[in-house]
């Protein structure tokens, strides 16, 4: 069983930055797969961005929507993913939500709102 804390979002203006956290309740070299999801009101999930351990490095991919803005990255003694999301637009409001994949299972943190509005 893995345990995923989220933390970071709240109000902002457009323009603006915010990085989300994402801690997990063990080793992070024993995920495979560890990101964020989003879910805007009335709308599916979303991947957002998620870093992939590779053999010998750690494969990233971001949603197009997002390239270039948002930046995914790893504290391995922290067991910790961030998400530094730059120049926010009213269309990434949603509830942000920390996923981790171990072998054959999905693991989901409870979801952090991000609110981009003047």
């Known amino acids: 069983q893995v345990q995923l804390v989220e933390s970071g979002g709240g109000l902002v203006q457009p323009g603006g930055s915010l990085r989300l956290s994402c801690a997990a309740s063990?080793?992070?070299?024993?995920?495979?797969?560890m990101g964020w999801y989003r879910q805007a009101p009335g709308k599916e999930r979303e991947m957002v961005a998620v870093a992939i351990s590779g053999i010998s490095r750690i494969m990233t991919n971001y949603a197009d929507s997002v390239k270039g803005r948002f930046t995914i990255s790893r504290d391995n003694a922290k067991n910790t993913v961030y998400l530094q999301m730059n120049s926010l637009k009213p269309e990434d409001t949603a509830v942000y939500y920390c996923?981790?994949?171990?072998?054959?299972?999905?693991?989901w943190g409870k979801g952090t709102l991000v609110t981009v509005s003047s």
């Open positions: 063990v080793s992070i070299f024993s995920i495979n797969a």
């Open positions: 996923y981790a994949g171990v072998h054959d299972m999905n693991y």
